[in-house]
């Protein structure tokens, strides 16, 4: 599975827009990237999942440029309730779905 | 509503006796898996089912046994837990199509003494 990196940390406020990066050089040509959101002694929760370009849902934006070996991940209009841990994945949809390897994600604390 | 089940969500247990945490969801997926959270170490894989009666070991499988005969439950067994194995679990389920979407129980913290 393709390794990733993330910083370990990040700041905001309440209403700015946060963009998470995501490194992943090592992408395959059959990976896809996903990413999870944890609050505090909670089971992780997908957010997002994307294979190039952009993704987008009611809850974030994916941007992947073409070559892939980066993500970014963007929180619209953030509030406190965001802050959370933030994972990004990579891996295969045939193996990553029962094998789900996480990093050391990224804490985002959303301030007043 | 569609969600994965674990009991109990606390458990204070001493060395070496045997243990069941119990894991269940109700989305007929065919994945389910344990992961172990532990700071500074980030979330670990334990074993993975990928169908009833299919079970394999994940990244950290020492002292830990599941059995999947049905579909929807997948426990967790420490038959003789240490110290060692204090952390804070997580069971996870998803589709058997390839989706990296997986529901996560709300977890089960345990501690041995």
């Known amino acids: 599975l393709a390794k990733t990196t993330q910083p370990i940390s990040m700041d905001s406020y309440e209403g700015q827009e946060v963009n998470i990066t995501c490194s992943h050089n090592n992408i395959a040509t059959n990976d896809y990237i996903t990413w999870y959101q944890q609050f505090p002694s909670q089971g992780p929760r997908f957010i997002i999942q994307?294979?190039?370009t952009k993704v987008t849902n009611e809850v974030a934006s994916l941007f992947i440029p073409a070559d892939r070996k980066s993500s970014t991940l963007s929180l619209p209009r953030v509030s406190l309730s965001d802050t959370a841990v933030y994972y990004c994945?990579?891996?295969?949809?045939?193996?990553?779905?029962?094998?789900?390897?996480f990093g050391g994600g990224t804490r985002l604390m959303v301030k007043p | 509503e569609a969600q994965v089940t674990q009991n109990p969500r606390y458990l204070i247990t001493v060395t070496g006796k045997k243990l069941t945490v119990t894991c269940s969801q109700n989305?007929?997926?065919?994945?389910m898996s344990w992961y172990r959270q532990d700071p500074g170490l980030g979330l670990r894989q334990i074993y993975y089912s990928m169908n009833v009666e299919v079970t394999d070991k994940g990244d950290v499988p020492e002292g830990y046994k599941v059995s999947r005969k049905e579909k929807r439950n997948f426990p967790l067994i420490l038959e003789s837990p240490s110290p060692n194995q204090t952390s804070l679990y997580f069971c996870?389920?998803?589709f058997g199509d390839g989706s990296t979407e997986a529901f996560f129980g709300q977890g089960t913290r345990l501690t041995v003494v």
């Open positions: 989305m007929n997926h065919e994945y």
């Open positions: 994307g294979y190039k």
């Open positions: 994945l990579v891996g295969d949809r045939v193996n990553a779905g029962n094998m789900l390897t």
């Open positions: 996870a389920s998803s």
